[in-house]
Structures are given as C-alpha cells and as structure tokens.
C-alpha cells in the first residue's frame, strides 16, 4: 500500500502482498486418442458458392440419372428426397447446383461436392460431403471444490447442439483458464479432448483439468504517510496465508476505499497497480 500527498493510496497487486505458488505443476494423462478427429468449420464462403465441379457434368448434361448417392451421411434417403436432381430424371446443372443449395441448408456440411460418372447410356450422381459436428456433451475431469464442476462447464460456454470449431473449443479453455486464476490456480492445466460420432454428428468434449496448488498472500507491505498504514492488513482482511482470489482483492479494495471515505479523504484511490 502506497500513500500519496492529497489521500492518494494504492494497493499494490502480488507487490502490496507477494503471492507464494505451492507444489510442482504435474502433468495430466488424457484418457483417449481422438483429440481432434473433428472436420473443419462450415466457411460461410463456401455455404454462399457450393464448391463443385458442375462445368464437368455440362457433358453429361440430359443423360438419364441412375442413383443419387449421399456416402457417409447419415439419414442420407431423407436428404434425398429433399434434393431437386431426382433419380430416374434427365441430368440438369441447374439442378445439381440447387441441390447443392439445399444441403448446405441443412447446416449439416462444411463441404459439398458433385460428381458425375457414365453407367451405360445413364449416370451416376455423387455428392461427395464434409460433415459438420455438433456440440453432444460436455464433462470435466479434476475439478476443484471452487470453481465447481458446473461453474467450469458455464465458463465453456458451449451450447448443446451448436456447431462444434476448434475456435470455439480455444476460446472455451481460454474462459476456463481465466476462471481457475480468478479461484487462486494460476498454474492450472487446462486441456480438452474432443470425440465425434459420424452417426449422430454430435462431438463428446472432455475437460481435464490439474489445478495445481492455490496461490496464498506471502507479504502485505505498506508505505507512505497513511495513519493507519500498520492497520492495512486488518482493514483489508488480507493476511500472509489467505487463499488469493478475484474476490478477495475485490473485496479488500473496497474495504479500503471505504475506510477513506469515512475519513473524508474524497480523492483517494485504491487500485491494483502490477502482478508478481
């Protein structure tokens, strides 16, 4: 804690107080191999202008439509149904392209593509697709007493059944690694692994976490010319050994912050001002 001349105080972060990290970071077994099976994201250039070879089926164009296959999709006879290009019909580009258009509808591909191949005097259609995976689960491994289990799957913020990217999985460990220094574990590990399931398009996400020791305040120091500066330690209920928190520094500066105002010291400040 720093005074200044006009009531100006600042508490000063892990330099006011030095916070003590305890025990060795160990490192966490994930218990599986499919990490990142996972197919890239839908781009939305891709959804707005199908990737396909459509100027190669210009030659096959009128030629009568044999089967229409959809390989690997699951549910793959009600997509069908759905598309324009119909079995037993002649060959239209047209309508290739629009049935296209209607399976990136769906949301349930990231990547589209048609091809055509001669059977005879007939053809065969092929779309050729990518599938795009939904969030189906989310489960955590090594979770503390605070934060809790759900508080670790909020922070995530994974939606079921929202599209499953790996941007979304970075930013949801990146809220979670955030969460467990605001609880004290500033050397916390925190990793994921992700399995699809091809036959639901639904993504298992399991979050390891090995939190390590909780951070505690080694020393509250204090200097200038406060009155009470002695007293900072017991008007800020911050003591060597306090588990530090998010909250707890929240709560000393407030403390403090009020203790100047009930000495009429209206321009006083108390602020963090650096991290050790």
Request: net charge positive.
């Amino acid at each position: 804690m720093q005074a200044t001349g006009q009531g100006h105080y600042l508490l000063r972060r892990y330099a006011s107080f030095v916070i003590l990290i305890f025990a060795p970071l160990r490192p966490v077994a994930l218990a599986g191999t499919a990490a990142e099976a996972i197919p890239h994201p839908l781009r939305q250039s891709q959804a707005a202008e199908p990737s396909t070879a459509l100027a190669s089926i210009t030659a096959y164009t009128g030629r009568i439509v044999q089967s229409i296959e959809l390989p690997g999709v699951p549910d793959s006879e009600h997509l069908l149904q759905m598309l324009p290009q119909k079995s037993g019909e002649p060959l239209d580009r047209d309508q290739v392209r629009d049935s296209i258009r209607v399976l990136y509808a769906t949301g349930r591909f990231s990547d589209i593509q048609a091809e055509v191949s001669a059977s005879g005097s007939a053809v065969r259609l092929t779309f050729t697709t990518s599938l795009n995976f939904f969030v189906g689960a989310i489960d955590v491994e090594g979770a503390p007493s605070h934060p809790n289990y759900n508080q670790i799957v909020n922070a995530s913020k994974f939606q079921l059944g929202e599209l499953y990217t790996l941007d979304k999985r970075d930013r949801a460990l990146k809220n979670i690694r955030q969460l467990m220094q605001e609880n004290g574990y500033y050397r916390a590990r925190v990793t994921a692994e992700s399995t699809s399931n091809p036959a639901t398009q639904q993504v298992s996400i399991l979050v390891h976490i090995t939190p390590a020791e909780s951070a505690h305040v080694g020393e509250v120091k204090a200097t200038g010319s406060s009155a009470f500066s002695q007293q900072l330690q017991d008007i800020a209920k911050m003591h060597t050994g306090d588990r530090v928190t998010a909250a707890r520094v929240t709560n000393s500066l407030q403390r403090l912050r009020k203790k100047f105002k009930k000495q009429h010291r209206i321009l006083a400040q108390a602020s963090i001002a650096e991290q050790k």
